[in-house]
C-alpha cells in the first residue's frame, strides 16, 4: 500500500515517521510534483496538483475537522473524503470556550485590572440565567461544548441543520428556526463548518437579533464573521465584546482594528489544535478499516460541503 503525505504547514517531517509507525506494511512518502499514483493521501490544505496527479485514491484523509480548504478545489468526485473526527479536539474547544465565556461572565478582565492597580472591589454578582449560551452547530464539536457549558448551569441553545435532541439543550434547526435562536441567546458561539450556506452568518442582521449586551466567541473560520459588522455592533454598545480565533486572513494582518480593540480578545487559530499522534492513530485505524472494507466515521458529505 502506498500513502502520500503533503501539508501546507510543511510539518512532513514530524508527520511521515508517525505514519510509517502506525502503519508498517505500508511505503509512505512525501508527495511532490511526479510522486507515483498512491492509494491513500494524507493531506492539510493541499495544492490541486495532488488531487490531479492522485485522481484514483482510495481516500483522502484531512488532517483537521475542518474541511473547506478542500471543497475550494476540485476533487473527484469517487475518492472519498474523510475528515478528523475528535481526535482530542472536541474537550479543547470545550476548554476554550468555556474560558472565554467564563472571562467575560465572571468580568475577570476587569478584577484584573482593578487588582493590578491595587484596588479590592466587588462587582455585583451577575445571574447565569442572564446569559443564555447559543451555538451555532451541534457536531462533533459543537455537541461536546453544549454539553460542557451545560455542566457550569447556563441555559443552553444549540442550532443545527438537521433536527437533535442533546439533553439540556434547547435544540433549534433550519434556517427558518435561526431568528428564534438569535433571539434566545445572549453569548454566540459559532462551531460551523464554512459552506456556503454558512458564509457571513455572524452578519449585521443576525448579530442584531442577539440579546442585548451579547458577547461573540468565534472558533470556527473567519468568514463566518462579517468583521465590519461585528466593529459595528461593538461600537454601537448592542455588543459588549467577542474572542476571536479565526479569521478571513491569517494570521490576522498587523493593520487590522481587531489587534487593538478594547473589546476583542484575539487567538492564533489555537482553539482545538490537531494533536498529531491521536490523529495519526485515527488515520491510520480508519486505513485499516477501509482494506477490510468497513464504513468509517467523519466521512464529508461533498454535495454540502463537510
Ligand atoms: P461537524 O461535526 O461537521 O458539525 C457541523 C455542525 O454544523 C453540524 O451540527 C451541522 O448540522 C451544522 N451545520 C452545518 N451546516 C449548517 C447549516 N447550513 N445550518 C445549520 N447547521 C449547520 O463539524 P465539527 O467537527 O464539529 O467542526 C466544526 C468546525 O469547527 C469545522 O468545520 C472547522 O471549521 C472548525 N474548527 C476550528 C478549529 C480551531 O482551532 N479554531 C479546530 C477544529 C475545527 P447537522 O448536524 O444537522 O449536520
Ligand atoms: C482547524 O481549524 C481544523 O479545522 O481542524
Known amino acids: 500500500m502506498r500513502i502520500v503525505y503533503f501539508s501546507a504547514d510543511q510539518d512532513a517531517d514530524q508527520w511521515l515517521p508517525g505514519l510509517r509507525a502506525a502503519l508498517p506494511g505500508a511505503e509512505v512518502s512525501l508527495w511532490t510534483q511526479g510522486t507515483a499514483p498512491a492509494d491513500y493521501a494524507v493531506v492539510w490544505k493541499p495544492l ?9 485514491l482510495k481516500a483522502l484523509f484531512n488532517t483537521g475537522a475542518g474541511v473547506d480548504a478542500l471543497m475550494a478545489l476540485n476533487l473527484s468526485a469517487g475518492v472519498p473524503v474523510i475528515r478528523l473526527d475528535d481526535a482530542g479536539m472536541a474537550v479543547q474547544m470545550a476548554e476554550y470556550v468555556c474560558h472565554a465565556l467564563i472571562r467575560h461572565f465572571r ?16 462587582r455585583k454578582p451577575r445571574s447565569r440565567a442572564d446569559f443564555p449560551v447559543g451555538i451555532l452547530g451541534l457536531g462533533v464539536l ?4 453544549a454539553r460542557a457549558v451545560a455542566q457550569f448551569d447556563f441555559p443552553v441553545n444549540g442550532w443545527s441543520r438537521s433536527p437533535k435532541d ?3 439543550v434547547q435544540c433549534y434547526s433550519g434556517l427558518e428556526r435561526l431568528p428564534d435562536f438569535l433571539a434566545a441567546t445572549r453569548v454566540l458561539v459559532c462551531l460551523l463548518p ?22 461573540v466567541i468565534n472558533v470556527a473560520r473567519g468568514a463566518h464573521l462579517v468583521d465590519e459588522d461585528l466593529l459595528a455592533l461593538l461600537d454601537s454598545g448592542h455588543l459588549a465584546g467577542a474572542t476571536l480565533d479565526v479569521f478571513r486572513t491569517e494570521p490576522l494582518p498587523a493593520e487590522h482594528p481587531f489587534w487593538k480593540h478594547p473589546k476583542v480578545t484575539v487567538t492564533p487559530h489555537t482553539s482545538a489544535r490537531t494533536l498529531r499522534s491521536e490523529s495519526i492513530a485515527q488515520i491510520a485505524g480508519k486505513i485499516v478499516a477501509l482494506e477490510r472494507g468497513e464504513m468509517v466515521a ?9
Open 48 to 56: 490541486q496538483q495532488l488531487l490531479d496527479e492522485q485522481p484514483h
Open 107 to 122: 468580568e475577570f478582565d476587569a478584577y484584573e485590572a482593578d487588582t493590578r492597580a491595587g484596588q479590592w472591589t466587588y
Open 142 to 145: 459543537g455537541e461536546r461544548v
Open 166 to 168: 442533546v439533553p439540556g
Open 194 to 215: 464554512l459552506t456556503r450556506d454558512t458564509q457571513d452568518i455572524m452578519n449585521q442582521e443576525n448579530l442584531s437579533r442577539l440579546q442585548s449586551g451579547a458577547y
Open 298 to 306: 467523519g466521512r464529508v458529505e461533498l454535495g454540502r460541503g463537510y
